[in-house]
Nanobody, 124 residues
């Protein structure tokens, strides 16, 4: 079992930056691929970014490519999402997710564990 706790959300102006963190419990963190997903008001949850167990392989949604960076610190059981040049359309609840396996995927269905989410609001 993996428990995930997100932090770092908040209110930011368009063009600003935020860094989300996700602290994971459990001794298998370095074996878990991780991901960030988001859900905007009135919309379905969507994939944002994913990272494999080592951090060497990453994937991004086209909408965030070049602006967001996912990374991980296995020694700290933490995964990050650096978000730059934020846009109002990035407003959403951001969820951290983990897989039981080492390889990252870009699908919501591929995630096995979920955090409760952190709200990011980008004002225009």
């Amino acid at each position: 079992q993996v428990q995930l706790v997100e932090s770092g959300g908040g209110l930011v102006q368009a063009g600003g930056s935020l860094r989300l963190s996700c602290a994971a419990s459990g001794r298998t963190f370095s074996s878990n691929a991780m991901g960030w997903l988001r859900q905007a008001p009135g919309k379905e949850r969507e994939f944002v970014a994913a990272i494999n167990w080592s951090g060497r392989i990453t994937y991004y949604a086209d909408s965030v490519k070049g602006r967001f960076t996912i990374s991980r610190a296995n020694a700290k059981n933490t995964v990050y999402l650096q978000m730059n040049n934020l846009k109002p359309e990035d407003t959403a609840v951001y969820y951290c997710a983990a897989r039981r396996t080492t390889e990252a995927v870009t699908t919501i269905e591929g995630m096995d564990y979920w955090g409760k989410g952190t709200l990011v609001t980008v004002s225009s």
